[in-house]
C-alpha cells in the first residue's frame, strides 16, 4: 500500500511538470505534416512557438524542449521535419538532413505557423518560433518567410546573409552560438547582427567563447557545456517571456 501511494505521488508531481503531447497532423503544399502539440494550463489564448528539431529529427531532446516551453504558459508545436525518421547516428542524419529540401522544410513550419494561429487557444499575433543547430537555421530562414511572426530563437543555426531576405524579417531575433563553432564561426554571427542592426532589425546574439556546436544539448557528450547551456536557455525564457507574453 505504502509503495502504491508513493508511486501515485511520482506520477502526479511527475505530469504536474510534465506537458503531455498531442500528435496532430496539418496541410502543407500537397502533403500532410505530422507534429506534436503541447498545451499549457488554462483555456488561453496563449502565445504560441513553433520548435524546430535538430539534423536528429524529432526525438526525445526536443520533445523535452517543448514540453518545457508548455509548461512556461506557450502553447508549443514540435513538428516532424522528416516525416516520421529519427537518426541513430551522426551518418544518418547528415543524410536526413542533405535529403530534406529547404524549400519543403520551410513550407512545412510556414503551415505549422498558420496552424497556430487558427486555434482559438492561440493568440496569432503572439507566435514564435526556436530551433537549435538544422532547426535554428530553419527558424532563421522562418523568420524571414514569415512576417506575421514575433519573436525567433535561433540556436547556433545557419544564417542568411542577404539583406533582401534580412529585410524581410519582422521578428525580434535572439541568437546563442559558440565560439569554437567552425559551421558557424564568430565572424558570421557578428556580420548578422551587424546587417540586422544595419537594417533597423531588433536583434540579440551572444558569442559561448569557449562552446562548440550543439552546446546545449546534453546528448553531446563531447562538446556540451550546461553552464552555457544553462544560461542560453535562461536568455531564451527572458526572450520569450518580453516578447510574447503580455
Request: aromatic share 8%.
Amino acid at each position: 500500500m505504502k509503495r502504491f501511494l508513493l508511486f501515485a505521488l511520482l506520477l502526479a508531481a511527475t505530469s504536474a511538470f510534465a506537458a503531455t503531447p498531442q500528435p496532430v497532423t496539418f496541410p502543407s503544399g500537397s502533403e500532410n505534416v505530422s507534429a506534436l502539440l503541447y498545451l499549457p494550463s488554462g483555456s488561453g489564448p496563449h502565445p504560441a512557438i513553433v520548435v524546430i528539431h535538430e539534423w536528429w529529427g524529432l526525438n526525445d531532446w526536443i520533445k523535452e524542449q517543448a514540453s518545457h516551453l508548455a509548461e512556461q504558459g506557450y502553447v508549443a508545436l514540435a513538428v516532424d521535419l522528416y516525416r516520421g525518421k529519427v537518426a541513430a547516428d551522426a551518418d544518418m542524419a547528415h543524410e536526413l538532413s542533405r535529403g530534406l529540401p529547404q524549400d519543403q522544410g520551410v513550407r512545412d513550419l510556414v503551415s505549422a505557423a498558420g496552424f497556430l494561429a487558427k486555434r482559438s487557444d492561440v493568440d496569432p499575433k503572439r507566435i514564435g518560433a526556436v530551433g537549435w543547430c538544422m532547426g535554428g537555421g530553419f527558424a532563421a530562414q522562418l523568420a524571414v518567410a514569415d512576417p506575421t511572426l514575433r519573436a525567433v530563437a535561433i540556436n547556433y543555426g545557419a544564417l542568411p546573409t542577404d539583406k533582401a531576405a534580412l529585410s524581410s524579417i519582422h521578428a525580434t531575433v535572439l541568437g546563442n552560438f559558440g565560439g569554437l563553432d567552425h559551421g558557424i564561426p564568430p565572424e558570421s554571427v557578428n556580420a548578422f547582427a551587424a546587417s540586422m542592426k544595419g537594417l533597423g532589425k531588433p536583434v540579440d546574439v551572444k558569442i559561448y567563447p569557449d562552446a562548440g556546436h550543439a552546446f546545449e544539448n546534453p546528448n553531446n557528450t563531447q562538446g556540451y557545456k550546461p553552464e552555457d547551456a544553462k544560461d542560453a536557455q535562461e536568455r531564451m525564457q527572458a526572450f520569450f517571456a518580453k516578447t510574447l507574453k503580455p
